[in-house]
């Protein structure tokens, strides 16, 4: 075999194997594109939307207080019964009790709940060493008779740096449970004004019966904002079943007067009302958290006395509400032996400029109302 012939037969082969190599890569694509599944087009990604809440460090408290402020009455153990050998077959259970529809004449429960005052705590009795009697002189001819003074205990003078909330207007609904298990449905509208050193704050709550609109409570306050926050001039209420009283606030005399009553008390700094108070509060937490880690007492002048409202910081809650959950901070406060038996407490937004968020009120009996937020308008 001459060199000739040897390299045209190995060209020959070369040419056979590249051929083989193509055919084979030509039938491995075609058998992949019939048996592969074809690419989707790319989407465009879309935004994710994230919503973010301020969430502060809860101030440090005594370890003490803070049980204190945590302790709730707890219910009181069913007493458990031996159930007999031959036991009668069990009654059906009976339907859930739906909500009240309340008629006019029976809104009573609610409508004291929401405004009933307090009863002014028993005064402390110190004792000390006992004084020479006086004999008061003698009351002159045509003098007018004065007014007796109702001296409720003061705060002990603790200051408070205050920054009180933007103006704003809340709608709430208004959740009411008897203590015989009667549900009440109503609604409610609070005004937040502020601006030029005054305020002005409104409140009205009522149900919704079939064809209309059944106002229980109103509650009006204006004054000014000062070093020690929120200062009420005048406060007036209203129920459905009573006049309208208003409370009267002399800030240069130092006295609280009653339109109810003519009794008055003295005039502690930082003296608020019941429309004024969780506004008061946020104030607080505005000007500084750390504020909350102690016992935060508010004299509040009613209708007919004025009281000292001790609060304490719960702790941190995530509430569940129609603006979607919110991340707030409760304050209580717990009722008192030998002054008020309710519970008051107050959830305020950190993220919604300490905005009050929630309100409920716990009776002695067992009744409790709460109104919750539904929508904050700026």
Known sequence: MTIVSFLSRQRRVAVLCAATLALHYVTIDWLGNRLGTPERPQEPMRPMTVGAQLRLALPERPPVAQAQAQAEPAPKAAPVRRAPRHAPPAAPAPPPDPVAEPSAEGVAPLEEALAEPAPAPAPQVVATPPAPA???????????????????????????????????????????????????NGVADMRWQVGGGTYQVGLDVGISMLVARVDLLNLTSEG???????????????????SMTATHFDHDGKRITFSASTASAPLAPGA????????????????????????????????????????????EEELETKMGR???????????????????????????????VQIRNTEGNGAVTTQTVTTILH
């Not at 904002?225 to 009573?242: C, L, N, Q, Y």
Request: no cysteine; hydrophobic share 35%; net charge positive.
């Open 224 to 242: 000014t904002i000062d070093d020690a926050g929120i200062a009420p001039v005048k406060t007036t209420e209203k129920r459905r079943s009573r």
């Open 134 to 184: 006086v004999t008061p002189p003698p009351p002159q001819a045509g003098a007018a008779p004065q007014p007796p003074a109702v001296e409720s205990a003061l705060p002990a003078g603790r200051r408070f740096r205050v920054n009180p909330p933007p103006s704003a207007r809340f709608e709430l609904e208004v959740k009411r449970t008897d203590a015989n298990g009667t549900k009440w």
């Open 326 to 356: 919110l991340v707030t901070w409760r304050l209580a406060r717990p009722p008192r032996p030998g002054s008020y038996n309710a519970r008051l407490d107050i959830w305020l937004a950190p993220s919604l400029d300490w905005y009050p």
């Open 272 to 315: 608020q009302d019941k429309a004024t108070v969780p506004f008061q509060l946020a104030a607080i937490g505005r000007g500084d958290v750390n504020q909350f880690a102690g016992d935060i007492d508010i004299q509040v002048g009613e209708d007919r006395g004025a009281t000292v409202y001790r609060f304490q910081l719960v702790g």
